[in-house]
């Protein structure tokens, strides 16, 4: 500084210090920036410009779900947190207040007929019930409101002269109907639409000497041809009666 103006100098190092002609002495304040954003520009009159990196929570946003730091271009980055359990069975989210959350999914599909697991990788599995009843003579299904079901099986061959059964090992059975009245004047058949038949035996010897009479099987017994005349010889032949 020239003299003939005087000592401008105002010891303090935060100010640039000039004299001029004009208007005399001049403290004009610095500026302190180093460009760097993550730190707090200061001048101290004894010092100079003073750049304190903000400390650790001077990013912080109060927010569980973000990570903070300090980038000397940009400032303040916040990057989001990822909550990621490896789980299919569960539903990733972030509460800013207490961070990652991992709430299980629900996997009830509402029926008896299975049962509901969740696996890791392969997210909800519904494996179905055994409603197996071991007996041949059911049907095992099974409904999603009332579980496990039996029905019969229904045996049917379609013929009236079987006899349709159902064994719980074997399943369904065929045995031939037996039709026997125990009568020996009928003839005893069996027809697949209507079942037993029973006709009647018909006794006839084609001898007009005898009676054909049926009680206990075909029996013919020799007809009377008195004509109660002593004056005749009764005699019979095959054919007719003759007098």
Do not use: M
């Not at 029905?151 to 719980?168: R, T």
């Not at 058949?189 to 009647?200: A, L, R």
């Amino acid at each position: 500084i020239n003299a003939e103006y005087g000592d401008c100098d105002d010891y303090d190092e935060c100010t640039r210090d000039e004299c001029l002609k004009e208007s005399g002495c001049l403290n004009n304040p610095i500026t302190c920036d180093d460009d760097d954003e993550c730190t707090e520009d200061d001048c101290h009159p004894e010092t100079g410009c003073k750049y304190t990196k903000y400390d650790k929570d001077y990013c912080d946003d109060n927010n569980e779900c973000t990570t903070e730091h300090c980038d000397s271009e940009l400032g303040c980055v916040y990057c989001r947190v990822e909550c990621d359990d490896s789980s299919k069975c569960t539903i990733d989210d972030c509460d800013s207040q207490t961070g990652c959350t991992f709430t299980k999914i629900d996997c009830n599909d509402n029926s008896v007929c299975t049962v509901d697991t969740c696996d890791d990788e392969t997210a909800c599995q519904h494996e179905p019930i055994d409603c197996d009843d071991d007996d041949q003579c059911t049907i095992d299904t099974c409904d999603p409101n009332d579980g496990c079901q039996h029905a019969p099986v229904v045996c049917h061959s379609g013929s009236e002269c079987l006899i349709d059964s159902c064994d719980p090992e074997n399943g369904c059975q065929v045995g031939q109907v037996i039709c026997d009245d125990n009568d020996p004047c009928t003839i005893d058949e069996c027809d697949v639409d209507e079942g037993c038949i029973y006709t009647d035996v018909v006794c006839d010897d084609d001898d007009a000497c005898t009676d054909n009479v049926c009680k206990c099987g075909c029996y013919y017994p020799a007809i009377s041809c008195d004509d109660g005349n002593e004056c005749t010889v009764d005699t019979c032949d095959p054919v007719l009666c003759v007098d």
